[in-house]
Each structure stands twice: as structure tokens, then as C-alpha cells.
């Protein structure tokens, strides 16, 4: 059995259509993020976010480990480069830049936060934004030359950043990676299941309203 813990317009966006993506059986469970979140969740996820899935009584938080835990347990659709495969190396490590340099800088941009690189371990917004932009100009897709579930998340965060958020600058590079990964029946499949899920709760649909999405 696998439970999901979601909150419709968060970041766990990427967990939901990833699995949508693997076709595999999950039960939801949603999580008031932006509410009161009992403190009994911390057994779950100990900052009381999400996403978070429990497999079979075993734990898993954060995107990048519930990427490649997800990824090696359900690897029928061959969407995680397995170890020996070339594109491994880069799988890897884009799923992890992703959550540690690419989205603490983008939110650090967001809010206006002065610093120097030194100053925090994700460095600047410049230096991620330069690699990147060099990531999807040497390949067309996050670990190599096919899709894998590296661009999911890739896929979730770019969009979100620049089509939403406006963080992260229109690049012609980033618009053509965005054709390329969303144009799948999954993506398509969960926002309309994320599209029910937020008109169900009138005060998200005011907050979103207000946050300009």
C-alpha cells in the first residue's frame, strides 16, 4: 500500500504526477499546509510539509528520495536510469540540484534576500540560473536524451517558476524544454485531478486569486 500526502498547489505537485506518471495504485491524504497541520504529522514529516509517502510502513520525504525511491520500486516503465545505465550520473544529480541549489535560489530571488555565494550553500541565483540555462542547452532532457523521471520534477519546477512565480527569467531554452516534458497524458491527467482538488476548497482558490496564480 502507498499513501501520498498532498496539499493542492504546492510543491508536491511533482509527487502526484509522477505518480500519475508510473500508473501506480496510491492512496491521498491531504495535508492543510497552509492551515493547522496536527503535530502527529511530524511522524511523517517532521516540518509538517509535504510531499511525503508511506510504502509499506517505510517513510519517505523529500522529492529527490521519493524520485529515486519511487523510481527504483516501480521501475516497470523504465523512467529511472537504473545503475550502469550512462545516464545515471546526470539523473542523479539533476534530481538533487533540483531541490538544493535550484529551488532555495529561486526562492531566495522571490524574496529578495541580499547575499553573497559563500554566504549560503546553494550559492546565487546567477550561477544556478547560468547552469541551468547550460543543462538545457546541451540536452533535451534533464538526464540525457530521454524523458526520465528527473523531468517531473524539472518539469514541475521551471513551470511553476516561470509561468507562475515569474522568478525565473522567460528563456527560450526553458519554453522548449516545457513542450517537450508537458505535452504527456500524465501532466494532463494531473492537473485536471489538481485543478478538482482546488476548486473544492474556497480558500485556496482566494489564495491563489491573491498570489496572483
Known sequence: MLKFYHS????????????????????????????????DYR???????????????????ERAAITLYLGETFNEKGLA???????????????VYHDSVFDPA??????KLQYVS?????????????????VFTER??????RF???????????????NVLGALPRLAVFEEYLKRVVDRPSF??????????????PALLEFIRQSGG
Open 81 to 95: 536510469p537504473a545503475p550502469g545505465d550512462s545516464d545515471r550520473a546526470a539523473y542523479i544529480t539533476q534530481l
Open 118 to 134: 559563500n554566504d549560503y550553500p546553494f550559492g546565487t541565483f546567477e550561477d544556478m540560473l547560468a547552469h541551468v540555462e547550460r
Open 188 to 201: 494532463e491527467a494531473t492537473m485536471a485531478k489538481e485543478s478538482e482538488l482546488v476548486a473544492k476548497d
Open 140 to 145: 533535451p532532457f534533464a538526464a540525457g536524451d
Open 8 to 39: 493542492p498547489w504546492s510543491r508536491s505537485f511533482a509527487i502526484f504526477w509522477l505518480l500519475e506518471e508510473l500508473g501506480v495504485p496510491y492512496e491521498m491524504e491531504i495535508v492543510n499546509i497552509r492551515g493547522t497541520v496536527p503535530d
Open 43 to 61: 511522524a511523517i514529516q517532521p516540518s509538517k510539509k509535504v510531499p511525503a509517502i508511506v510504502h509499506d510502513g517505510k517513510v519517505v520525504t
Open 106 to 111: 529561486i526562492c531566495a530571488r522571490a524574496h
Open 148 to 162: 526520465t523521471l528527473a523531468d517531473v520534477i524539472w518539469g514541475t519546477g521551471i513551470n511553476y517558476t516561470m
